[in-house]
C-alpha cells in the first residue's frame, strides 16, 4: 500500500536529483569533510538544477511542489552519507519562514535568489545557555531612530559560514511577557556589526559549516522584521511541526541507508569459516530487528507526511516521531557498526561517518527530552 | 488520515458489539477465569448477535464482513480482558480453513454452526515436541478403506475443551518429503478415538480452555479430509498470514488496552499531592509507550489494508507479529512498575495483561521463528 501517493512528477524528480547527486555531490564529499564546509558552488548548481525550495511558487522560481518534493530531498541526501549540504534546512525550514511571513517587497527581494541557490539562508534560534527553551533567549533587538540594534550571540548555527541571509530571533528586552518579546530580523551578511565566527569543531556533520555568529550594536532597517512585533515564538512554533518532521525524515532515512549498507556488507562478507556473515543467524535476527523498526518508523513518518501535507495539526505524533527516529538512526548506525566490527571502525567505511553524524539528530531541533514534554503536555498529561 | 476506510456498518458493528461486550460479557470474565472456561452459551450469543465469522457469505449465515470486522473484533473483545471467548481464534484463523480448502459439503455442513457458535472450532497443529515447527509433527494419518485412521496427541490447543470440531493436521507415514505427508482432517468431537484432555493449567489465559488432545486409532471418514492429500503444510503456511496479523492486532490492542489503563490510572491517582501523571519520568514513560503503540497501531493498519488487497506480505506479517507482541509484553511490564503495589494485586486489571500478555511471544510461531521467516524471505 503506497501510503504517500507520489505522481510522475515526484518520482521524476528523485530521479533526476539522485543523478545530480551522484554526480555533483558524492564525489566531493571527502573534501568538504576535511574543508569543514560545502563549496558555495555546489549551492547554486543545486539552485539553477531546480532542486532547492521546490515548495515554492514558480513566481519565485520554485516548482510549487507540495511536502513530498522536500521529502525527497531529504531523503536524497541522506543517501549521500553527509550531513554538510544543509539544503533540507534552508529549503524547508529558514525559507518557509520567508514564505510565510515575509511582505511581498522581503519576498521579492530574497525568494528568487534562495531558490536559485545565490542566497544561502541559517536560522538563528540557539544561544549559549538558551536552546530548545527558546523562551530564555537573552539577544536584543532595540528600535532606535527608525532603525533596529541587534545585540547578543547565537551558536550552533548550520550554514552559519556560508549564510547570506539570517533569520535572527531577538526579543525586545522591555517586553517582560518572555513568549510575547520575541520577534524574527533578516539580517543580511555584510550588515555591520554582524560577525561570523570560525567553524566550530564537532563530533560530526564534520562538513556541515556550523558556526557562532555575533551581532554587536548591529543596525538593520526597521522593515526587517519578518511578520508582526513580537509574534516570534508562536510563528517558530508554527513552523517548528515541518521541522521536526524533517528531522523525522532524516532519522528514518540515515537509519534505511545505513542498514542498506550493512545488509550488502554481510551478504558478501564472508566469516573464517567461509560462508556470508548474512548466514548466521545471530546476524539475521540482528538485521530483521533493524528492518522492522525502520519499517515501522518509515510507515509512521510517511503517514505524518501525508497529514502535514493535509494540514492537519499532528504535533503530538511529530513530536513523537522526531524522538523515536533520530533514536532509531542511533541505535540502527550503533548496531551496525558491532555487526560489521573491526572493518567498522575505519574512516573508509561509511558507517563510520554515519555514526558520527546521526548522533546530533537527538539533540537538534529541539532534544527529544523537549519532545517528550511537548508530547505529554498536548496529551493533557 | 485513515489508512483503513471504515463505513457506516462497520461503525455499527462496533456500537453493537461494544454494547455486547458491556452486558454479556464484562460481568462474567471473573467467572470465567475462576472457572477455566467460558460457557457455551456466550459463543452463541456472540453468534446471534453476528460477531461470530463476520466474513463469511450470508449463505452460510454470515454478515458478508471484510477483515476490518475482524479487526473491529479483536478490538472490542480485548476491552474485556479475558482470553477465554477466543472469538479470533475461531472466525478468524480456525473457520477460515473450512472455508478456503473445504468441499461444498463440508462447507455446507459446518459453516453455519461456525456462525451461530453452535460449532465451536480448534486447529490442532502443535503436539509435544513440535511446536512452531510444523514440518516436524508426529500425528499419523493412515488410510484404511473409506476410512482414515488417526494416532498421535496434540497440545496447547486453545478451544480444546469446549470445541466441537477440530481442524487437525496429520502426516502420512509413508510419505517421506515431511511437507508433502501432511494433511488437514476435520474431526468432530464424540468421534470414537477422540478423547479431550484436561485444561492445562497455565501462567495466563485463565478463562482459556486450553487442552491437550488424543487420537487413538480414531476413525474418520476419508471425505472428512480437508483440500487435497499432502497439500497441509503449503494450506497451513498459506493462512498463517493472517493468524500472525490477527496476533499483531491482539498484541497492538492489548497494548493500546494497557496504555488506556495505566494514563487513566495516573491521572486519577496523587503523590506528594500531585497526580503521578505530572511527575516527569511517568510523563516520559507515558509517551515512549504512546509513541510505540501508535508507531505498531500504524504498521498493523497499513498491513491490514494490503492483507485485504491480497498482496503477499510475508516479510512485513512476520515482522508485525513479533514486534506487536513484543510491545504487549514491554507495555504491560513498564504500565506494572508505573502503577507500583497496586499493579500486584489481583484487582488490578495489569496483573492478568500481563499475564496474558505473555505467551503471545510463543504462539502462532515463536517470535524467533517469525524472525527466520523474515529472513528467509528477505535473501539474507
Not at chain 1, 540594534?149 to 559560514?161: D, L, P
Not at chain 2, 458489539?17 to 456472540?46: A, G, S, Y
Not at chain 2, 448477535?49 to 466474513?55: D, E, R, S
Request: hydrophobic letters at 40%; charged letters at 25%; one cysteine or more.
Amino acid at each position: 500500500m503506497d501510503i504517500l501517493h507520489y505522481t510522475e512528477a515526484h518520482h521524476d524528480f528523485r530521479k533526476r536529483l539522485r543523478a545530480f547527486m551522484d554526480r555533483e555531490v558524492v564525489p566531493h564529499i571527502d573534501q568538504w569533510e576535511a574543508d569543514q564546509g560545502v563549496s558555495r558552488e555546489v549551492w547554486r548548481k543545486m539552485g539553477r538544477a531546480g532542486f532547492l525550495c521546490p515548495t515554492l511558487p514558480t513566481a519565485y522560481g520554485g516548482l510549487g511542489g507540495d511536502f513530498r518534493f522536500s521529502v525527497i530531498g531529504i531523503e536524497e541526501i541522506s543517501r549521500t552519507n553527509h550531513g554538510g549540504l544543509g539544503a533540507p534546512l534552508h529549503s524547508d525550514i529558514v525559507v518557509p519562514y520567508i514564505m510565510s511571513y515575509g511582505n511581498d517587497v522581503q519576498k521579492q527581494t530574497y525568494l528568487p535568489g534562495c531558490a536559485a541557490g545565490d542566497i544561502v539562508t541559517a536560522v538563528a534560534m540557539t544561544e549559549p545557555g538558551a536552546g530548545s527553551d527558546l523562551s530564555s533567549m537573552t539577544t536584543t533587538a532595540e528600535e532606535d531612530r527608525g532603525q533596529l540594534v541587534i545585540n547578543g550571540v547565537k551558536t550552533f548555527i548550520s550554514n552559519g559560514i556560508l549564510c547570506d541571509l539570517a533569520i535572527v530571533a531577538a526579543k525586545d528586552p522591555h517586553e517582560t511577557n518572555p513568549h510575547q518579546a520575541i520577534s524574527l530580523y533578516l539580517i543580511e551578511d555584510g550588515t555591520p556589526g554582524f560577525q561570523k565566527g570560525r567553524p566550530l569543531d564537532k563530533m560530526g556533520l564534520h562538513s556541515q559549516d556550523t558556526a557562532e555568529l555575533f551581532f554587536s550594536n548591529c543596525r538593520i532597517p526597521a522593515e526587517n522584521r519578518l511578520g508582526e512585533k513580537g509574534m516570534g515564538f508562536l510563528m517558530l512554533m508554527d513552523k517548528l511541526q515541518q521541522e521536526r518532521l524533517v528531522t523525522a525524515v532524516m532519522g528514518i532515512s540515515v537509519a534505511e541507508v545505513m542498514l542498506e549498507w550493512t545488509m550488502r556488507h554481510c551478504k558478501k562478507t564472508t566469516t573464517s569459516a567461509g560462508r556470508p556473515l548474512s548466514r548466521s543467524q545471530a546476524v539475521q535476527f540482528a538485521l530483521v530487528e533493524m528492518a522492522t523498526e525502520v519499517n515501522l518508523g518509515r510507515t509512521f513518518v510517511d503517514k505524518l507526511v501525508v497529514e502535514h501535507v493535509a494540514g492537519n495539526n499532528v504535533i503530538v505524533e511529530t513530536s513523537m516521531a522526531k524522538y523515536w527516529c533520530t533514536e532509531l538512526g542511533k541505535r540502527v548506525a550503533d548496531r551496525c557498526l558491532d555487526l560489521v566490527g573491526d572493518y567498522g571502525g575505519l574512516e573508509q567505511c561509511p558507517l563510520v561517518r554515519g555514526f558520527r553524524d546521526v548522533r546530533v539528530m537527538s539533540i537538534f531541533a529541539g532534544t527529544n527530552e523537549i519532545m517528550k514534554g511537548i508530547a505529554a503536555k498536548f496529551m493533557g498529561l | 488520515m485513515d489508512i483503513l476506510t471504515y463505513t457506516e456498518a462497520h461503525h455499527r458493528f462496533r456500537d453493537r458489539l461494544r454494547e455486547f461486550c458491556e452486558t454479556e460479557i464484562m460481568p462474567h470474565v471473573d467467572q470465567w477465569e475462576n472457572d477455566h472456561i467460558v460457557p457455551r452459551k456466550i459463543w452463541q450469543k456472540m453468534g446471534h448477535g453476528g460477531f461470530l465469522c463476520p466474513t463469511l457469505p450470508a449463505a452460510y449465515g454470515g454478515i458478508e464482513g471484510d477483515f476490518i470486522h475482524c479487526l473491529i473484533v479483536t478490538e472490542e473483545l480485548s476491552r474485556t480482558m479475558q482470553t477465554g471467548l477466543a472469538a479470533g481464534l475461531h472466525s478468524d484463523v480456525v473457520v477460515p480453513y473450512i472455508e478456503s480448502f473445504g468441499s461444498d459439503e463440508q462447507k455446507r455442513k459446518y459453516l453455519p454452526g461456525c456462525v451461530s457458535g453452535d460449532c465451536i472450532t480448534a486447529v490442532a497443529m502443535t503436539e509435544p515436541g513440535a511446536g512452531s515447527d510444523v514440518a516436524g509433527m508426529q500425528t499419523t494419518a493412515v488410510e484404511d478403506g473409506d476410512a482414515v485412521v488417526l494416532n498421535g496427541s496434540k497440545t496447547f490447543i486453545s478451544n480444546g475443551v469446549i470445541c466441537d470440531l477440530v481442524v487437525l493436521a496429520a502426516k502420512d507415514p509413508a510419505v517421506e518429503n515431511k511437507h508433502q505427508a501432511v494433511s488437514l482432517y476435520v474431526v468432530e468431537a464424540g468421534t470414537p478415538g477422540f478423547e479431550k484432555g484436561t485444561q492445562l493449567e497455565k501462567m495466563g489465559w485463565h478463562s482459556q480452555d486450553t487442552a491437550e488432545l488424543f487420537f487413538t486409532n480414531c476413525r474418520i471418514p476419508k471425505h472428512n479430509r480437508l483440500g487435497e492429500k499432502g497439500a497441509g503444510f503449503f494450506m497451513l503456511m498459506g493462512k498463517l498470514q493472517q493468524e500472525r496479523l490477527v496476533c499483531c492486532m491482539g498484541g497492538v490492542v492489548a497494548a493500546e488496552r494497557i496504555l488506556e489503563y495505566t494514563t487513566a490510572h495516573c491521572r486519577r491517582t496523587t503523590a506528594g499531592g500531585k497526580p503521578l501523571s505530572k511527575s516527569q519520568a511517568v510523563q516520559f514513560a507515558l509517551v515512549e509507550m504512546a509513541t510505540e503503540a501508535k508507531l505498531g497501531r500504524t504498521f498493523m493498519e497499513k498491513l491490514i489494508a494490503e492483507h485485504m488487497a491480497g498482496e503477499n506480505i510475508i516479510v512485513e506479517t512476520s515482522m508485525a507479529k513479533y514486534w506487536a507482541t513484543d510491545l504487549a509484553n514491554r507495555m504491560a511490564n513498564r504500565a506494572l512498575d508505573i502503577v507500583g503495589e497496586d499493579g500486584a494485586r489481583e484487582s488490578c486489571l495489569l496483573t492478568r495483561a500481563l499475564r496474558d500478555a505473555r505467551v503471545m511471544s510463543i504462539f502462532a510461531g515463536t517470535n524467533e521463528i517469525m524472525k527466520g521467516i523474515a529472513a528467509k524471505f528477505m535473501g539474507l
